[in-house]
């Protein structure tokens, strides 16, 4: 009788308990975990919809009480106790954090090499158009795992792209990565950036950076399988960067390089030129002996943080990020004469080309 | 809505407790009746009319049958009950398919009618129309009471995924009924058990599942290993589905049947049958197989009624060839079995009679699995490794090693022992609900949508 009484009990407390923290509890609007919107309450309008349970069950898996406790649960569950190789596809190695992608989808990487033909055509047929990409973390971590035949992709890019290959593998390693997160970090990239500037023809200048610490964050991947991984965040300054100010179709003029109240944000990341957006310009007054030169560059979120550091070479620097806006209007916003064009891509975006208008 | 989701663990659940359970004995059917409406509304608004029409339709007919029973009109009513009833799953699950078949066939180009299959109607037809059979059969006393008669077609535990309730298992219970404080103990360790049988394992089965549709580099090993994760997780979801119904039930006073009884011991198809999908393999027997004669015919006579028994239940499964064919192949494998082999597999080591129960089910099961992404043809030459396949891939290894446990554990957890084991140590039963719960909602927060796999039934 004790024990049945204990069951009913302990059923009850759970459930009745949990259902009166939600129904009393605040509902978030960003899971900030997961660095998107929650999902919303449907409408009532909607009730006959057949969809309706389904974003109804959405809505209150957002916003459940103690959601990264319960996520954290699962994770120790899942790797811990069953031994489970990866949560959410990511996974732990060398003390790292990195998400499974594969396999390599060639039809994305004919995509991307075609979309970079077609705007060459299109836009700046005789300017100096190069291209590179930016390993992710898997290729230096998932050897034993499921991974993208980097091989085959970057051979797949050279044989179909109109452009000059700029490598930057060989610069890289996994220390220049952040621990949880998916980027590379900024302070680590410094050869990459002069590689990449000498490949377009420039006289790499030495110039020393001041390291500025931000702080300590959660990375993308941390925040995604409930892990607690710490990282620390620095920008980079430098006499060209900070003179530097930033513009932005969305958000004004006068901004800074580095927009150090997001660090608090969704996306710490987006300390970088303020994350992720369709145009940015980044221009800076010129130094003694300099004349104007302009760069384009095509990039993804990784762009944000090197863009800084080719400012030594480039007066201005115009960001396009083709997830935000579509080809077939570029020259509304840009000015693509003499420009040196460069399209600056992770490979897991090489990988999910299609996500390029 | 489904049982393992959160708004019916922490919404749903919760406010039907409260309300059965404050209720006056005379309107807890009332109780159940809308709950049970408000239930299958969340999941089906427009479709409500039709579980309400199935639900009206067989009580009428069996009151029908009752006034006339002796006459010629008794038969005509339970004729017409069965007739509606079918005609119901015929045009709603069967349509498309028929004339599928009859353009494949003909060369036609008759479109298809496209129609949103109604959520577990293969579950409440068959319900009602063994109400209206049984009522016939004087098995049963025809129901007085539109209300309770409502109440137990539409009753939320059992509505969507069985197990199948004939109304006189729980005609009793419904004019009088009491939830002890055992039942209710009881009724929440089968749900706890149930919800951690779909969401700890299943769903995790279902992950290795995905995993290797979705392989770029698929090896004979990989085909093997799936079709041991993806019958276990048939089974861990069906059975941890039934468990919940079964342990709702019990919390409101009724006693369904059992629908699994540890299938993979069997040591003859004929005796997985009698331990998977009970109350399914009952139906059929009672209202198929034995009105034409069981097998206490000739042996043509015999191979037919296994014949119409086994497409019937393929059909049911689903309107695809992949189930009609999965449930002739039993009906191959059984028709052997009872008229050949059977006599020399008693006779054979437990052992080999197990291994040979579960080696012919697996390869059913890839059959029955080809409509989640594969082919028949693909899927059964991988599995028997004609398919020039490595037999190893990186991949492969990748994901057995990662998800050997869960498969091992489900492997064991589908045999009596665990159960042997936690009866002799039922005061940690708290502490076993507390777990599931909490390890089954920190699955559920973290993942999504987790559809049960019979729902397409």
Redesign the interface.
């Known amino acids: 009788?004790k024990?049945?009484?204990?069951?009913?009990?302990?059923?009850?407390v759970?459930?009745?308990s949990?259902?009166l923290c939600?129904l009393s509890g605040e509902k978030n609007e960003i899971v900030a975990s997961e660095r998107r919107k929650a999902a919303p309450m449907p409408p009532f309008s909607e009730?006959?919809?057949?969809e309706?349970?389904?974003k109804?069950?959405?809505f209150?898996?957002d916003s459940?009480p103690l959601?990264e406790n319960?996520?954290k649960?699962?994770?120790s569950?899942r790797l811990d106790f069953?031994?489970?190789?990866?949560?959410?596809k990511i996974y732990k190695e060398n003390g790292h954090l990195s998400k499974i992608d594969?396999?390599?989808d060639e039809s994305s990487v004919l995509y991307v090499a075609d979309k970079i033909n077609s705007l060459k055509e299109k836009y700046f047929p005789e300017a100096n158009v190069f291209y590179s990409a930016i390993p992710d973390k898997n290729y230096f971590l998932a050897a034993?795992?499921?991974r993208i035949d980097y091989d085959k992709m970057l051979s797949l890019m050279q044989e179909n792209t109109n452009a000059q290959y700029i490598d930057i593998f060989k610069t890289l390693t996994i220390d220049d990565y952040y621990f949880g997160d998916t980027h590379w970090r900024q302070e680590k990239i410094l050869n990459t950036a002069d590689t990449l500037l000498a490949e377009m023809g420039n006289e790499v200048k030495n110039v020393p950076c001041k390291e500025n610490l931000i702080g300590d964050f959660k990375g993308v991947y941390a925040s995604q399988a409930?892990i607690d991984f710490s990282d620390t965040l620095y920008c980079l300054e430098n006499e060209y960067i900070s003179s530097a100010t930033v513009e932005s179709a969305e958000n004004g003029s006068n901004l800074f390089v580095y927009q150090t109240e997001k660090f608090k944000g969704v996306d710490p990341y987006d300390v970088y030129l303020g994350g992720a957006e369709a145009v940015l310009d980044i221009k800076r007054p010129l130094f003694e002996g300099e004349g104007e030169k302009h760069l384009i560059l095509f990039r993804d979120s990784f762009g944000s943080s090197i863009a800084p550091l080719l400012l030594k070479n480039y007066s201005r620097i115009t960001l396009l990020d083709l997830r935000y806006v579509s080809s077939l209007i570029l020259d509304e916003f840009v000015n693509f004469e003499n420009a040196d064009i460069l399209f600056l891509y992770n490979t897991q975006i090489l990988n999910s080309g299609r996500l390029l208008k | 809505?489904l049982f393992s989701?959160?708004?019916f663990?922490?919404?749903f659940?919760?406010a039907v407790?409260l309300l059965y359970f404050a209720s006056p004995r005379k309107i807890k059917n009332a109780v159940l009746l809308f709950s049970s409406l408000a239930f299958y509304f969340?999941?089906?608004?427009?479709y409500i009319l039709l579980l309400l029409f199935s639900s009206v339709s067989d009580f009428v007919h069996g009151l029908i049958i009752d006034k006339l029973r002796g006459r010629r009109g008794a038969k005509i009513a339970l004729v017409s009950a069965i007739v509606i009833n079918l005609l119901m799953l015929g045009f709603f699950k069967y349509a498309d398919f028929f004339i599928s078949l009859v353009n494949s066939a003909l060369g036609t180009q008759i479109p298809l009618l496209n129609i949103?299959l109604p959520i577990g109607i293969s579950f409440f037809t068959f319900q009602t129309m063994s109400y209206s059979i049984d009522v016939f059969r004087g098995d049963t006393a025809p129901s007085k009471n539109l209300l309770n008669f409502g109440a137990y077609v539409t009753l939320f535990p059992q509505l969507i995924a069985g197990p199948i309730v004939r109304y006189r298992t729980v005609a009793a219970e419904l004019e009088n009924r009491k939830s002890t404080?055992?039942d209710?103990?009881?009724g929440?360790?089968r749900?706890?058990v149930g919800l951690g049988k779909k969401v700890l394992i299943a769903n995790?089965l279902g992950e290795f599942c995905s995993a290797f549709r979705n392989a770029?580099?698929p090896s004979t090993l990989f085909y093997w290993v799936y079709a041991v994760a993806y019958c276990l997780q048939i089974y861990f979801d069906f059975s941890g589905y039934s468990d919940m119904a079964i342990g709702m039930g019990r919390m409101f006073g009724f006693n369904f049947p059992e629908n699994f009884n540890y299938p993979f011991i069997s040591k003859s198809l004929s005796e997985f049958w009698r331990r998977w999908h009970i109350t399914l393999g009952t139906w059929f027997r009672d209202y198929v197989y034995f009105p034409l004669g069981g097998s206490r015919v000739g042996k043509i006579k015999l191979l037919r009624n296994l014949f119409v028994v086994w497409l019937l239940t393929g059909l049911w499964h689903g309107a695809a060839v992949n189930f009609v064919l999965w449930g002739l192949s039993f009906f191959v494998l059984l028709s052997i079995e009872k008229l050949f082999l059977g006599k020399y597999l008693q006779k054979a080591p437990v052992a080999l009679q197990i291994a040979y129960t579960i080696f012919f089910t697996l390869v059913t099961f890839v059959i029955f699995g080809s409509a989640d992404g594969g082919t028949i043809s693909g899927d059964l030459s991988g599995f028997f490794g004609l398919a020039n396949l490595p037999f190893v891939s990186?991949?492969t290894l990748?994901y057995v090693?990662?998800?050997?446990?869960?498969i091992i554990f489900a492997a064991i957890g589908a045999t009596p022992l665990p159960k042997k084991i936690f009866s002799r140590y039922?005061?940690l039963?708290?502490i076993f609900?507390?777990a599931v719960?909490?390890?089954s909602?920190?699955?559920?927060?973290?993942g999504?949508?987790n559809p049960f796999l019979y729902f397409r039934f």
């Open positions: 009788m024990k049945n009484i204990l069951n009913i009990a302990v059923f009850c759970l459930i009745f949990l259902s939600w009730i006959l919809s057949e309706y349970s389904g109804f069950e959405d209150m898996l459940f959601r319960f996520r649960i699962n994770t569950l069953l031994g489970q190789k990866d949560v959410n594969a396999p390599l034993s795992r499921p409930a | 809505m989701s959160v708004s663990i922490y919404l659940l919760p407790m969340m999941g089906e608004p427009v949103p404080i055992s209710v103990s009881s929440m360790l749900f706890s995790m770029s580099e990186g991949e990748y090693k990662s998800f050997a446990p869960v039922s005061a039963e708290p609900i507390a719960i909490i390890l909602t920190a699955c559920l927060v973290n999504s949508f």
